[in-house]
């Protein structure tokens, strides 16, 4: 997964990891919370504290404490529970 | 950690492999094919085959996007990117994947300007930063990773971005399924479903497996205790004579997939009438390209490429790994010719690949396995 800035997932060095798995493709996915949403991105956060701006026309309108499935940088579900 | 640790506890794993264990029938093997890479990663990383009884095989499916790419369409990417005025870029694994002309390390080794990207929007910055240039984004991944290239070019052509475009390998899982199920050589009991890309088109698409097939399968999520679950549910189906679709996954996967993700792919992309996967051979409808309505974002109609298809080296036997008839460990080069760092077929380049996947983690199960005999 990202390595680097630990607070900034977006602006870190891209790179696979084997023990994470890749996060820049394939089928995996990561779960955010949303932080602050302006537009069509939002700003989420993961467990680390990580930030980053995720594209989610395709979840539509998102509010701060959401849960997103992220992948490549677009929420692509809403995570329920 | 928050929201996972409930999903990796030890205790429960083995409660959930003893009461798989006892639906067992006597005497009977199963045969279960988890169709995603991410799947396969988890079943090594945490040893989840060690926590269910021998009677039960996981076999490993198609579905690593970058293991399924042919060698000649790593060729023409390199074609494009070798031109002076093109920055191509891609995701992170790609960048090992052989061709018939080298990877695209080698290719940037070369000269030619290639960049590895977390999102196909961070594509698209680039071709803002870099309005001189033409940037092309490498496009590989099942239905989870095609809406956010759909949605690049959208937000592409929404901004009036001249200087971006495609090269499209975006493939669809169903058409793999069918020509996994249609093959000869093996011989499968039932499915774990991909949960990411069933968060996009649903359940309802594998419901021929079950009805016409008689297989289960069951959606599934990506921790240990997400697919000792999967191989339970699929366990009591077959204790109750029952085979249907199920979804494990509900916690993000809906019955009826992401409807606004699939308007979109709908608008961005068309089927291609047939596309080459590794190891797999020519599949019908099993691809998509660029639809005519975002044809300017093609980049295989803006640059030429040489379309030529590439045979695979000779001692690669990927093409059995992928289909499950091989275990990795059985490929003549495995381990030896073929390791991550000088990979010769493709599920030895991504992590997600069975042969590394079994490479960097499943071997020590095997030393177990002999230490404890």
Same mark, same amino acid.
């Given at each position: 997964m990202n390595t680097g800035d630990p607070a900034v997932l977006s602006e870190a060095p891209v790179s696979c990891e084997l023990t994470d798995g890749c996060i820049t493709c394939g089928d995996v996915a990561v779960v955010l919370t949303v932080v602050e949403a302006s537009g069509p991105d939002a700003r989420c956060r993961d467990d680390a504290g990580r930030t980053e701006d995720v594209a989610t026309e395709l979840v539509g309108a998102v509010a701060p404490g959401n849960r997103l499935l992220v992948h490549a940088g677009v929420a692509i579900e809403r995570v329920e529970g | 950690m928050r929201f996972v640790d409930e999903f990796r506890d030890p205790d429960l794993a083995e409660m959930?492999?003893?009461?798989?264990?006892?639906?067992?029938?006597?005497?009977?093997?199963?045969?279960?094919?988890? &169709?995603?890479?991410?799947?396969?990663?988890?079943?090594?990383?945490?040893?989840?085959?060690?926590?269910?009884?021998?009677?039960?095989?996981?076999?490993?499916? #198609?579905?690593?996007?970058?293991?399924?790419?042919?060698?000649?369409?790593?060729?023409?990417?390199?074609?494009?990117?070798?031109?002076?005025?093109?920055?191509?870029?891609? $995701?992170?694994?790609?960048? *090992? @994947?052989?061709? =018939?002309?080298?990877?695209f390390v080698d290719a940037t080794a070369r000269g030619a300007d290639i960049r590895m990207v977390y999102s196909p929007l961070d594509a698209l910055r680039i071709a803002r930063q870099n309005p001189d240039r033409e940037v092309v984004f490498y496009a590989i991944?099942?239905?989870?990773?095609?809406?956010?290239?759909?949605?690049? &070019?959208?937000?592409?052509?929404?901004?009036?971005?001249?200087?971006?475009?495609?090269?499209?390998?975006? %493939?669809?899982? +169903? #058409?793999?399924? /069918?020509?996994?199920?249609?093959?000869?050589?093996?011989?499968?009991?039932?499915? +774990?479903?991909? =949960?990411? &890309?069933?968060? @996009?088109?649903?359940? *309802?698409?594998?419901?021929?497996?079950?009805?016409?097939?008689?297989? #289960?399968? %069951?959606?599934?999520?990506?921790?240990?205790?997400?697919?000792?679950?999967?191989?339970?549910?699929?366990?009591?189906? $077959?204790?109750?004579?029952?085979?249907? &679709?199920?979804?494990?996954? =509900?916690? @993000? %996967?809906? !019955?009826?997939?992401?409807?606004?993700?699939?308007?979109?792919?709908?608008?961005?992309?068309?089927? *291609?009438?047939?596309?080459? !996967?590794?190891?797999?051979?020519?599949?019908?409808?099993?691809?998509?390209?660029?639809?005519? *309505?975002?044809?300017?974002?093609?980049?295989?109609?803006?640059? /030429? %490429? #040489?379309?030529?298809? @590439?045979a695979d080296p000779k001692a690669c036997q990927c093409g059995e790994v992928l289909k499950g008839v091989l275990k990795p460990w059985e490929c003549k080069v495995f381990g030896t010719a073929c390791t991550p760092e000088m990979p010769i077929g493709t599920c030895m380049v991504s992590s997600e690949g069975a042969c590394a996947a079994y490479y960097n983690f499943g071997q020590y199960a095997k030393q177990r396995v002999h230490l404890e005999v």
């Open positions: - | 959930l492999g003893a009461r798989i264990t006892a639906l067992c029938e006597p005497g009977r093997h199963y045969k279960i094919m988890e &169709v995603c890479g991410g799947h396969t990663h988890t079943i090594y990383r945490y040893g989840v085959q060690d926590y269910l009884p021998d009677d039960i095989e996981l076999v490993h499916g #198609p579905g690593c996007p970058v293991c399924v790419i042919p060698m000649g369409r790593v060729d023409d990417a390199i074609a494009i990117a070798e031109r002076a005025d093109v920055i191509l870029t891609c $995701f992170g694994d790609m960048m *090992r @994947v052989p061709g =018939g002309n080298g990877s991944g099942f239905e989870t990773t095609a809406p956010s290239t759909a949605l690049t &070019v959208m937000r592409a052509k929404a901004a009036g971005i001249r200087n971006f475009s495609v090269f499209c390998n975006h %493939v669809t899982i +169903i #058409p793999a399924i /069918k020509a996994i199920l249609d093959s000869p050589d093996l011989r499968l009991d039932a499915f +774990i479903g991909p =949960g990411h &890309v069933s968060t @996009v088109i649903g359940c *309802r698409p594998y419901e021929f497996i079950a009805r016409d097939h008689g297989k #289960p399968l %069951v959606c599934a999520g990506f921790e240990p205790l997400d697919l000792l679950q999967s191989v339970f549910m699929i366990m009591t189906q $077959f204790a109750e004579g029952r085979s249907e &679709v199920e979804n494990q996954y =509900g916690r @993000v %996967v809906r !019955w009826d997939g992401n409807l606004t993700a699939l308007k979109v792919l709908a608008d961005v992309f068309a089927l *291609r009438p047939y596309f080459e !996967w590794r190891g797999l051979g020519s599949i019908s409808h099993s691809a998509l390209r660029m639809s005519d *309505r975002y044809g300017d974002f093609d980049a295989e109609l803006r640059f /030429k %490429v #040489p379309g030529v298809r @590439v």
